[in-house]
């Protein structure tokens, strides 16, 4: 995978803001954003681990209408030569124009298979599986949950934190399956805590990042919290005072924002910088794990 020449270890940059200044706070920016133009952020740590295990076969995997999993595990099939299938959620998209991303994932080569919403929630569920294999003809496929958060993508997101180590004291970050942070909490040295920002409203992903701990490492690993409040109502939701928050920050620092997952976390950070949620003198990374589709 080095051939496809990731920038590794992503790089950290300092930003000036005086929202966290002005409580002593230092903002780090890991940009695993410049990992790769068309792996990004997290997408590479995930993936690529996976890419080899799957050594050539046929990768599929799950996403709704615009997920940036699809769209990286596609890129990766391009640029590897790996068919790819991705099994998308809402079997009424099937006779409709494809939106930008899924049109972006079928030009990369990906075969699209849209299955109903009752099938998708039960994918995990091994008849639902085989089920699904068969209708997609792909039975022999390599497959990789939603999101891509398994073992091999828990153990590679590890190695977010190695780079942080000594470099930060909190480091933020948001979160979708938990998978990235309970990767990088592992990889974090022992005095150094992971803030994670649920971008879904539901309150199970605690649980749900530590079974993922104990199956990628055998137990629970590093000092790692969530803070529930900054999901803006759920998935893909942007409401226009985030959407106004993003725009103001890419005018101050000049760096692109992803609405969906890095906007909500930094707003948090802002937020909790103003609660005094940090000490004066805190080096505060927060991860900026993908890019805007687009942009
Ligand atoms: C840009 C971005 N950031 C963060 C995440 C969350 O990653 P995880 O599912 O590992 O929590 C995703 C997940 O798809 C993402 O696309």
Same mark, same amino acid.
């Given at each position: 995978?080095? @051939?496809?020449?990731?920038?590794?270890?992503?790089?950290?940059?300092?930003?000036?803001d005086?929202?966290?200044e002005?409580?002593?706070?230092?903002?780090?920016?890991?940009?695993?954003?410049?990992?790769?133009?068309? %792996?990004?952020? #997290?997408?590479?740590?995930?993936l690529?681990? #996976?890419?080899?295990?799957?050594a050539?076969?046929?990768?599929?995997?799950?996403?709704?209408?615009?997920?940036n999993?699809?769209?990286?595990?596609? /890129?990766?099939?391009?640029?590897?030569?790996?068919?790819?299938?991705?099994?998308?959620?809402?079997?009424?998209?099937?006779?409709?124009?494809?939106?930008?991303?899924?049109?972006?994932?079928?030009?990369?080569?990906?075969?699209?298979?849209?299955?109903?919403?009752? +099938?998708?929630r039960?994918?995990?569920?091994?008849?639902?599986?085989?089920a699904?294999?068969r209708?997609?003809?792909?039975? @022999?496929?390599?497959?990789?949950?939603e999101?891509?958060? #398994?073992?091999?993508?828990?153990?590679?997101c590890?190695?977010?934190?190695?780079?942080?180590?000594?470099? =930060?004291?909190?480091?933020?970050?948001?979160?979708?399956?938990?998978?990235t942070?309970?990767?990088? =909490?592992?990889?974090?040295?022992?005095?150094?805590?992971?803030?994670?920002?649920?971008?879904?409203?539901?309150?199970?992903?605690?649980?749900?990042?530590? /079974?993922?701990?104990?199956? =990628?490492?055998?137990?629970?690993?590093g000092?790692?919290?969530? @803070?529930?409040?900054?999901?803006?109502?759920?998935? /893909?939701?942007?409401?226009?005072e985030?959407?106004?928050?993003? @725009?103001?920050?890419?005018?101050?620092?000049?760096?692109?924002?992803?609405r969906?997952?890095?906007?909500?976390?930094?707003?948090?950070?802002?937020?909790?910088?103003?609660?005094? +949620?940090?000490?004066?003198?805190?080096? %505060?990374?927060?991860?900026?794990?993908?890019?805007?589709?687009?942009?």
């Amino acid at each position: 995978m080095t @051939d496809l020449r990731p920038r590794l270890p992503s790089p950290l940059q300092e930003v000036a803001d005086d929202r966290f200044e002005r409580h002593g706070v230092r903002l780090l920016l890991k940009r695993d954003d410049l990992i790769h133009p068309e %792996l990004i952020g #997290n997408k590479w740590r995930k993936l690529v681990p #996976n890419l080899e295990r799957a050594a050539g076969r046929t990768l599929l995997t799950f996403g709704g209408a615009y997920s940036n999993h699809l769209r990286a595990t596609a /890129a990766a099939g391009r640029l590897l030569g790996l068919p790819t299938v991705g099994v998308v959620r809402g079997d009424e998209l099937a006779g409709r124009p494809l939106n930008p991303s899924l049109a972006r994932c079928a030009a990369d080569g990906m075969r699209l298979h849209f299955t109903d919403r009752a +099938a998708y929630r039960r994918k995990a569920e091994p008849e639902t599986l085989a089920a699904l294999l068969r209708a997609a003809g792909a039975e @022999d496929a390599y497959v990789v949950p939603e999101g891509g958060s #398994n073992t091999l993508a828990v153990r590679g997101c590890r190695a977010l934190g190695e780079e942080l180590r000594g470099r =930060a004291d909190v480091v933020a970050l948001a979160c979708g399956t938990g998978g990235t942070l309970a990767g990088l =909490a592992a990889g974090l040295a022992p005095q150094q805590r992971a803030l994670g920002i649920p971008v879904l409203k539901g309150g199970f992903l605690g649980e749900e990042i530590q /079974a993922l701990q104990q199956r =990628a490492f055998g137990a629970r690993r590093g000092d790692w919290r969530l @803070d529930e409040r900054f999901h803006f109502g759920g998935y /893909a939701r942007v409401p226009a005072e985030l959407d106004a928050f993003a @725009d103001d920050f890419e005018r101050r620092h000049g760096i692109p924002l992803e609405r969906l997952y890095v906007a909500k976390s930094l707003y948090a950070l802002v937020t909790l910088a103003e609660e005094g +949620a940090f000490a004066p003198g805190t080096r %505060l990374a927060a991860v900026v794990t993908g890019a805007p589709f687009g942009g």
